[in-house]
């Protein structure tokens, strides 16, 4: 990380130490968008690396990746799916699998019957209603078994450069924590978040404020202290203000900790992830 990354991780101009973030109760729509403008323009100093941060080549394997990160870590997918994208190089390949020999392969993502049933039921769709092709709209996407809005927009903006915002957990707590939105739908803050940024911005706001989200404003205790955009926040104080105490709470890169691909860009401060059964 940069020096000016660094210097800018732990310090806070406002609000006081101890004390709870601004009012925003008076904030007039204006303000509220100037001030998430300038949060957007602020973390993208803090994270010039932000990314997705599943392992792909292609657009199915991205497809496939995001479909099995739910309900665990971009890292355990990361070490999951060489395996499968080796065996099943292809959507045609996964959809004349063996149906017990996919769940071997992605058991340790969990929910592995489910997914085994949503990964190749879309690889056959693709098969036979795509050419074998990933579509790239949102409108066919949707289409496909176990895709929805989330997973279409992750595909859209990182396989084939379409705009669009990923409303996953971690983009709720901090959009709402930030008062972007008081929205608990996920298609409702999506459409009130697309009306703050202009469209050129919605994938990369989507991956800063995840990045964000992962490291620093973390669900059960952010690290408010360590946090470099406390004087626009205004839930400063709902963790850990102490500095040296917050600095000990950062994840990944951060925490001097690899992040979660184990094919990071060229341009990643941190170490690769470890590959599954390595000591890493």
Not at 156 to 184: C, S, Y
Not at 235 to 255: F, I, N, Q, V
């Amino acid at each position: 990380m940069s020096g000016k990354q660094n210097s800018a991780v732990g310090e806070r101009s406002s609000p006081s130490p101890g004390k709870k973030g601004k009012s925003v109760k008076t904030e007039s729509r204006l303000a509220m968008v100037r001030r998430a403008r300038r949060i957007n323009r602020e973390l993208a100093e803090v994270f010039p690396y932000a990314h997705p941060e599943l392992d792909f080549e292609n657009p199915y394997q991205l497809l496939i990746a995001t479909v099995l990160s739910a309900q665990t870590t971009d890292l355990r997918v990361n070490q999951t799916t060489p395996a499968l994208f080796a065996k099943y190089p292809a959507p045609e390949d996964l959809a004349a699998a063996v149906p017990e020999e996919v769940e071997e392969l992605i058991r340790p993502t969990g929910f592995f019957r489910a997914k085994t049933k949503s990964i190749m039921g879309l690889s056959k769709a693709i098969r036979d209603d795509f050419g074998g092709e990933v579509p790239g709209t949102l409108k066919e996407l949707v289409t496909l078994p176990g895709v929805g809005r989330k997973t279409a927009f992750v595909v859209l903006g990182n396989a084939f450069g379409v705009p669009g915002i990923t409303v996953d957990t971690h983009f709720m707590r901090l959009v709402r924590r930030w008062k972007w939105t008081e929205q608990d739908d996920p298609v409702k803050i999506e459409a009130e978040i697309a009306t703050i940024f202009p469209k050129s911005e919605w994938t990369m706001l989507s991956h800063r404020v995840i990045f964000h989200g992962r490291r620093i404003c973390h669900a059960r205790k952010p690290a408010c202290g360590a946090c470099p955009i406390t004087h626009l926040c205004p839930s400063y104080g709902e963790g850990e203000t102490d500095p040296e105490k917050a600095r000990k709470l950062l994840k990944y890169e951060m925490g001097g900790q690899p992040g979660q691909r184990l094919k990071p860009p060229p341009d990643y401060p941190g170490k690769p992830a470890p590959a599954a059964g390595t000591a890493g």
